[in-house]
């Protein structure tokens, strides 16, 4: 008998995955064309080529992937075997939940240790090209690995006591942040508090900042270079001591709930709790309540089947509420210096990217949910048609998100006029500068729009967390990729000419033509897909339709053999 036998047998199936082998070459690709860019700009601008920048630029990208490896690998590997009822089947033998968790934790990290390192030969160039240490290339691995660690251990807990895919991924997505953020920015908060009650000069917020702020893993990152290092090198490795604590705290914690994790049922707003409560807040009776449920089965029962879970919209506002107050905080505690273009451009990326992972999140759900459960079928042997429940899950989605769309325009009107009459002066710069807004505020709803018939088209051939990926991956990323192997070529042949033609009119231009026929390309196909095929897609689970990519690489192992 083997020492892990759930390990052997998951770590067998993920040999057998397509993706285990493709997403170590997409993560060496991207990172590839990152360094081509990278090369060619600073050929563009006459800039002395050092391996700094090519070394931060791909650690950023490495760090990105290790923490958000969670939400894409881990999230759903436990709520998965949940919801099939097969994940009791296993402690019906003398398995313990650590074996499982192990097994687990193994199998899925598979992908992302692949992906991570395939990002390490090309960060190592920066050691040949200059700038980079042997040691500051040695802690940054060493980081990467621990965040990489804690990320899946997080998505493992997660997944372990949570039943739904997507919820579980927000979920993982949202404590994984906390992780990043909450020691750090709540010590500062409590410190500014303390500071105001007690009248000091920022003698607490010092102390905590120096006691807890480096409880995250961006100080264990912040503290890679040399010359933060040599400073205090305790810091780093007492930061590089609490992920590493951290990450195998949340492991016990998931391997001690799991055995038992199998048992748990939904519970209902009936049997009381926090949702019971919430729901008192929301509905002032239960008339009310049964009142807002006539209106919208009567304006569309579709509609009514998303709306009813009414938190959905209560967490955007909520978010959008503190992404208000933290800027209103930045700008208090930084004064004048808070208010320039950078910022103002950095948040509105930040509240834009926010909304559309979480439309990607929120589009399939319903009706991923609804084909699990049978509830699609049965609706569609009703008079219920499907331009009806198309045009309900489109109310429903537009009620969630259409707002703080709204909001987000808005405020990047209000930044755009603020920067132009503050800081842009130039005739060029202004037109420019303008451009960019314009066609970021364009692109906004326009993304709205094209990862909710994406949304239904992954709803209805997909499953679980991939069809939230699927979406953000052709929705987002892939727009991303193309202009940036496009920015490439362009960079590559301005240098081999020795020109100057390239500036950054013609580069915006570029952008928003790639973005603007990704959007059209989905939009088209995602809708015919759903409205001509939605009764076949509905009675039959994802087979040969949905997995083109599987078929893709099978085809070319059958090419290879041949």
């Known amino acids: ?114 992906g991570l390192l395939a990002l390490l030969p090309v960060m190592s160039m920066g050691l040949l090209l200059g700038g980079v240490t042997g040691g500051e290339y040695l802690r940054m691995v060493l980081v990467l690995i621990s965040t990489l660690l804690l990320s899946l251990s997080i998505g493992l807990a997660v997944s372990v006591v949570s039943r739904d895919a997507l919820r579980s991924a927000m979920s993982s997505f949202v404590l994984i942040l906390a992780v990043f953020f909450l020691m750090p920015v709540g010590g500062m908060l409590l410190g500014d508090l303390l500071d105001y009650w007690a009248k000091s000069d920022n003698r607490i917020r010092n102390s905590l900042e120096h006691s807890i702020g480096w409880m995250t893993p961006l100080f264990a990152y912040s503290q890679v270079a040399d010359a933060e290092f040599k400073k205090n090198p305790s810091l780093f490795w007492k930061a590089e001591a609490w992920i590493g604590g951290l990450a195998l705290v949340v492991l016990v914690f998931a391997s001690l709930r799991l055995p038992r994790s199998w048992q748990d049922k939904r519970t209902g707003t009936a049997n009381g709790g926090w949702r019971a409560w919430l729901d008192a807040l929301r509905f002032s009776s239960v008339e009310s309540r049964l009142q807002t449920r006539r209106t919208w089965l009567d304006h569309n029962p579709g509609a009514w089947l998303s709306t009813r879970y009414w938190l959905r919209s209560a967490s955007v506002w909520a978010m959008l509420f503190l992404l208000v107050l933290g800027f209103a905080y930045g700008g208090w505690r930084a004064g004048s210096g808070w208010w320039n273009t950078g910022i103002y451009l950095a948040s509105s990326i930040l509240l834009h990217l926010i909304l559309k992972v979480w439309i990607a999140n929120e589009a399939p759900r319903q009706f991923i949910e609804d084909r699990r459960t049978g509830a699609l079928e049965l609706l569609l042997t009703t008079a219920f048609d499907v331009p009806e429940l198309l045009a309900g899950r489109r109310i429903a989605l537009m009620r969630q998100f259409g707002a703080p769309i709204a909001i987000a325009l808005l405020f990047d009107a209000i930044f755009l006029i603020s920067s132009l009459r503050v800081e842009i002066s130039g005739s060029d ?59 490439t070529f362009l960079g590559m042949a301005s240098v081999a000419g020795q020109t100057s033609w390239v500036t950054p009119m013609l580069l915006l231009c570029i952008w928003a033509v790639i973005c603007g026929l990704n959007s059209f390309i989905w939009i088209s196909r995602s809708r015919r897909i759903v409205v001509n095929q939605f009764r076949e897609l509905a009675h039959h689970r994802p087979d040969g339709r949905a997995s083109w990519w599987s078929r893709l690489w099978k085809r070319s192992k059958a090419g290879s053999v041949a």
């Open 429 to 487: 710069e202004q037109l420019m500068w303008t451009f960019l807004w314009l066609l970021r505020m364009l692109f906004l709803p326009l993304d709205a729009v094209t990862l909710f018939w994406l949304g239904m088209w992954k709803g209805m051939t997909g499953t679980g967390s991939r069809a939230a990926s699927g979406v953000v991956g052709l929705g987002l990323a892939l727009p991303v990729v193309a202009t940036l192997i496009l920015y």
């Open 1 to 114: 008998m083997t020492l892990f036998p759930v390990v052997e047998r998951e770590l067998r199936v993920s040999s057998r995955r397509s993706w285990t082998y493709w997403g170590r070459s997409v993560s060496g690709l991207l990172a590839l064309l990152i360094t081509g860019w990278i090369l060619a700009l600073q050929s563009i601008v006459q800039v002395r080529t050092t391996g700094q920048a090519l070394f931060s630029s791909i650690s950023v990208l490495a760090l990105l992937v290790s923490s958000m490896a969670g939400v894409t690998y881990t999230s759903d590997c436990i709520s998965s075997e949940k919801r099939e009822g097969t994940l009791g089947l296993l402690f019906l033998t003398d398995l313990k939940g650590f074996d499982v968790a192990l097994g687990k934790l193994t199998a899925t990290s598979l992908g992302a240790f692949y």
